[in-house]
């Protein structure tokens, strides 16, 4: 096997660490997100949908019957026209939900 320059070797490894790093930032990133996102929905969302599957229908649907299916039943524009727009008993958020509380809430919601 032959080997391999020290020249090249030495930028490769250091790539390689800058792409680990950037890794493990997206997923403290997306953690945050999600946390973000879980008090928005707690703050917000809670008084009328419930995360469990057990709980069923307050005013409106279980996010978690909503979100568990594969396919999700709402795509993120959807969701997105939802939130901002309202639908049936729901009312439109967007003068009081701020992008980033969309984002984070939608990151939350992916989880469940």
């Known amino acids: 096997m032959p ?9 490769c490894l250091f790539l390689a660490m800058l792409a680990a790093e950037a890794q493990g930032q997206a997923r ?7 946390q973000a996102g879980q008090q928005v929905f707690v703050q917000r ?3 009328c949908h419930s995360v469990n599957a057990d ?9 978690w019957s909503e979100m568990s299916r ?5 795509t993120t524009a959807q969701i997105r026209v939802i939130l901002r727009d309202g639908k049936g ?3 439109p958020w967007k003068d009081i939900l701020a992008k ?9 919601v992916r989880t469940l």
């Not at 594969?70 to 709402?74: A, E, G, T």
């Not at 984002?103 to 939350?108: E, G, I, K, Q």
């Open 3 to 11: 080997l391999i320059p020290k020249w090249i070797s030495m930028p």
């Open 28 to 34: 403290a990133s997306k953690q945050q997100s999600v």
């Open 45 to 47: 969302c809670m008084q």
């Open 55 to 63: 709980q069923g229908v307050l005013l409106g649907p279980s996010l």
């Open 70 to 74: 594969s396919p999700h039943k709402k």
């Open 89 to 91: 008993k729901m009312p």
């Open 100 to 108: 980033d509380d969309v984002d984070n809430l939608l990151a939350y």
